[in-house]
């Protein structure tokens, strides 16, 4: 074999390897996005079907309920609101009233099955994924726009 063909396998090799890195990458990449919705986009069925999303709005006032180890509570976005059932601790800012993003799996009965849940960790914090959405879903609910200053008129 020559040497210039050698050289030319020798790359082409190379380009292969690099190649099917960048696609092992890529698909572990895919494979860990994890999206956010709330459940306004929930119960419009823009969240994934058997894949795993975030969650998130703020914990309504007396939906927690525990069980032992398992915890059941409602996320709203002002407008709609979304069981969540979860099986482990809760973080010890969890509260009712308060911002939170749970991860998981929407069940086949309506009822998201969280395998993670994360709160607030003060005061003056809210995921910034939640506020937009539950200002989003206030919005909606009262018919003003965003960009609009409150107190004006449309």
Do not use: C, W
Not at 60 to 81: C, H, M, P
């Amino acid at each position: 074999m020559k040497p210039r063909t050698r050289r030319f396998l020798l790359i082409l090799a190379g380009i292969v390897v690099l190649a099917a890195a960048a696609a092992f990458v890529l698909n572990a990449f895919q494979s860990n996005l994890v999206f956010f919705f709330t459940p306004t986009q929930v119960s419009k069925g823009e969240a994934p079907k058997g894949r795993t999303f975030r969650a998130g709005g703020m914990v309504k006032e007396g939906s927690l309920k525990r069980d032992g180890n398992s915890v059941q509570f409602i996320i709203t976005d002002t407008a709609l609101d979304m069981p969540v059932r979860f099986e482990g601790l809760l973080p010890d800012l969890f509260k009712e009233g308060r911002g939170v993003v749970a991860q998981g799996k929407l069940g086949e009965d309506g009822v998201f099955v969280a395998s993670e849940v994360l709160a607030k960790h003060d005061e003056n914090y809210m995921p910034p994924e939640a506020k937009h959405a539950i200002d989003q879903a206030e919005a909606e609910r009262t018919g003003k726009s965003l960009s609009q200053p409150a107190g004006e008129k449309p």
